[in-house]
């Protein structure tokens, strides 16, 4: 059974900083990897999809990377801004098209 | 844009009722979810669908039923509601078939208390 894990649980960084969130997972058969955004008692958005034949994908100041073979994930969030407040979310698209989820880096950006 | 609308924001239901919940989604997709969200626990997949009348129960589908009579719709059915399915519910659809590698679309979710 796949398991997904986001390490750290919640992060907090002064504007500016540039920040990297990871994600794991135990099960490398994987056909691709999303990483979502969640604000405060609302829906996720998908920020970033990497399919299992890529390495990276990028998106503005965000950057995902993708080692199959580790088990490994990052998001690179460049020049963080209050407004990446979220928490962020990873979840990895396996067997079934069932996607599995990690509980998530709780991120705050202070001014 | 794509558009994933559950109806409610906040249901509160008593112990025993029947509860309905539904998700519509415009843009034409084919497959559609229901998760529930717990803190601690994550997101959990309870049932999924590929089309029209199809379902795929997920990891947790004890206590709960769907229908999809409709493309575009997809219900989550408590049947006899009990506090421990006190959660956020949250509603996803996604194009294509596994191979097309299309993101996951949600709603913002509907907020379940049973007293």
């Known amino acids: 059974k796949q398991e997904v894990t986001q390490i750290p649980a919640a992060l907090s960084v002064p504007e500016g900083e540039n920040l990297v969130l990871n994600c794991s997972f135990t099960d490398s058969a994987i056909y691709n990897l999303q990483w979502f955004r969640q604000d405060p008692g609302k829906g996720l958005t998908s920020l970033l999809l990497i399919q299992s034949s890529q390495r990276e994908q990028t998106s503005g100041r965000l950057n995902a990377s993708l080692d199959k073979s580790s088990g490994r994930s990052t998001l690179y969030i460049a020049a963080s801004q209050p407004g990446d407040s979220a928490t962020y979310l990873c979840g990895v698209t396996g067997g079934g098209n069932k996607l599995t989820f990690g509980t998530g880096t709780q991120l705050k950006v202070e001014l | 844009d794509v558009k994933v609308t559950q109806s409610s924001r906040y249901l509160v239901k008593r112990t025993g009722e029947k509860v309905f919940l539904e998700c519509v989604q415009d843009m034409d997709h084919e497959n559609m979810f229901w998760y529930r969200q717990d803190p601690g626990l994550g997101l959990r997949l309870i049932y999924f669908s590929y089309d029209v009348k199809m379902k795929e129960k997920g990891d947790i589908p004890e206590g709960y039923s769907v229908s999809r009579e409709k493309k575009e719709r997809f219900s989550l059915i408590l049947e006899s509601a009990s506090t421990n399915q006190t959660s956020m519910y949250l509603c996803?659809?996604?194009?294509?078939?596994?191979?097309?590698?299309?993101?996951?679309?949600f709603g913002n979710g509907t907020r379940l208390t049973v007293t």
């Open positions: 996803a659809s996604s194009s294509g078939t596994i191979m097309s590698n299309s993101p996951l679309h």
